[in-house]
T-cell receptor, first 110, second 119 residues
């Protein structure tokens, strides 16, 4: 019940395309859903986050879509760029602790 | 804002050595700090949570005598891997957040990790 399932494990997108990463959770007590971006050898950096009272949040090229009834949320990266190539982690938080998804390795081809 | 500094970035040492890793919040007061472990191509696994001035809370399966955590101030937490062995080799990452101790709506901000290699 504490798991967060993330897919796909890896993703290859052409430059300018849309990257979509999906996550699903089971625990309805989760109340905060961030996405992190991690480059090799670095710590994760907070990208964008959403709370369950909102169905969508957009910041620049990054959009989170949230479906509370389905217990699913996704990250959309519009106009993907080679510099977006990194590993992306979704997470869910309840009472302060983050539960991470398995990660998605994104490669954006020029 | 919200910068977390972790030091050292890389440690290589012999088996049996104890290694201390520091995690500092540079521009905010970190009431809660977290320590994670990450193996190659894997996700982050929470090891322990520490609140300033309190004993750390360890996740199931994490040896508290092996991984000593101290959170003596609102800007500094340390993780000491005692008598390290090759199986302790990993990428250790800290995170910090402000706000009320325990549960708060503040996001976690991560350090850049420490690559620990035990020979």
């Amino acid at each position: 019940q504490q798991q967060v399932k993330q897919s796909p494990q890896s993703l290859i997108v052409q430059k300018g395309g849309i990257s979509i990463i999906n996550c699903a959770y089971e625990n309805t007590a989760f109340d905060y859903f961030p996405w992190y971006q991690q480059f090799p050898g670095k710590g994760p950096a907070l990208l964008i986050a959403i709370r369950p009272d909102v169905s969508e949040k957009k910041e620049g090229r990054f959009t989170i879509s949230f479906n509370k009834s389905a217990k699913q949320f996704s990250l959309h990266i519009m106009d993907s760029q080679p510099g977006d190539s990194a590993t992306y982690f979704c997470a869910a938080s309840g009472r302060g602790k983050l539960i991470f998804g398995q990660g998605t390795e994104l490669s954006v081809k020029p | 804002g919200a910068v977390v500094s972790q030091h050292p970035s890389r440690v290589i040492c012999k088996s049996g050595t104890s290694v201390k890793i520091e995690c500092r919040s540079l521009d905010f007061q970190a009431t809660t700090m977290f320590w994670y472990r990450q193996f190659p191509k894997q996700s982050l696994m929470l090891m322990a949570t520490s609140n300033e001035g309190s004993k750390a809370t360890y996740e199931q399966g994490v040896e508290k005598d092996k991984f000593l955590i101290n959170h003596a101030s609102l800007t500094l937490s340390t993780l000491t891997v005692t008598s390290a062995h090759p199986e302790d080799s990993s990428f250790y990452i800290c995170s910090a957040k402000g706000g009320a101790m325990g549960y708060s709506n503040q996001p976690q901000h991560f350090g850049d990790g420490t690559r620990l290699s035990i020979l």
